[in-house]
Nanobody, 125 residues
Framework: QVQLVESGGGLVQAGDSLRLSCAAS????????MAWFRQAPGKEREFVAA????????YYADSLKGRSTISRDNTKNTAYLQMNSLKPEDTAVYYC??????????????????WGQGTQVTVSS
């Protein structure tokens, strides 16, 4: 079992950058696929990015592709989401998620077993 705690959100202006962090407690962090999802008011929670267990392939939603980088530091049990050139439409609560299921579809939120409490990102125009 793992517990996830996000940090790094805040209020920024359009064009700014933010780096979100997801600190994981528990064992075997390296065996978890880590992902970021986001949820804007009145909308469904949507996939943003994922990195496979062990630091394998990375995946991105089209909405942030080219403007974001997901990474992980297995020595610190932490995953990161670097977001650049932020837009007002990126405003949402950003959630970290984890799964040990090797066959998980990385963009499907139902495939994740563990979730953080979320961190608010607000981008002003």
């Amino acid at each position: 079992q793992v517990q996830l705690v996000e940090s790094g959100g805040g209020l920024v202006q359009a064009g700014d950058s933010l780096r979100l962090s997801c600190a994981a407690s528990g064992r075997a962090f390296i065996t978890y696929t880590m992902a970021w999802f986001r949820q804007a008011p009145g909308k469904e929670r949507e996939f943003v990015a994922a990195v496979r267990w062990g630091g394998g392939p990375t995946y991105y939603a089209d909405s942030l592709k080219g403007r974001s980088t997901i990474s992980r530091d297995n020595t610190k049990n932490t995953a990161y989401l670097q977001m650049n050139s932020l837009k007002p439409e990126d405003t949402a609560v950003y959630y970290c998620a984890a799964t040990q299921t090797r066959t998980a579809l990385v963009s499907r939120r139902e495939d994740y077993d563990y979730w953080g409490q979320g961190t608010q990102v607000t981008v002003s125009s």
